[in-house]
């Protein structure tokens, strides 16, 4: 099992930033990729950024340029750095890590952290 907790969410002006923090712990060693969703009302899920463990990086087109995803896999953590914040950004966002054993893949969620980016 992994145990996900993300911190970092709040409330932003529109140009501003934030930076979301997901630390997993339980059976780590077996992490592979790690990212971030995000759901905003009445819409789907959609994906934001992903990061392999080798560091291959994902974006969505809409946060391409403004949004940076990093990973220290030391701690097991991952970083969403979201600059330009705009109000169509505003969501629950997801911390995503998806773990491989014995060839099956597992996924696992963190609970969801707000940003509203709102004047």
């Known amino acids: 099992q992994v145990q996900l907790v993300e911190s970092g969410g709040g409330l932003v002006q529109p140009g501003g930033s934030l930076r979301l923090s997901c630390a997993a712990s339980g059976t780590t060693f077996s992490i592979n990729t790690m990212g971030w969703y995000r759901q905003a009302p009445g819409k789907q899920r959609e994906l934001v950024a992903t990061?392999?463990?080798?560091?291959?990086?994902n974006y969505a087109d809409s946060v391409k340029g403004r949004f940076t995803i990093s990973r220290d896999n030391a701690k097991n953590t991952v970083y969403l750095q979201n600059n330009s914040l705009k109000p169509e950004d505003t969501a629950v966002y997801y911390c995503?890590?998806?773990?491989?054993?014995?060839?099956?893949?597992?996924?696992?969620w963190g609970q969801g952290t707000q940003v509203t980016v709102s004047s």
């Open positions: 995503n890590v998806v773990v491989v054993r014995a060839g099956v893949r597992y996924s696992y």
């Open positions: 990061i392999t463990s080798g560091g291959n990086t």
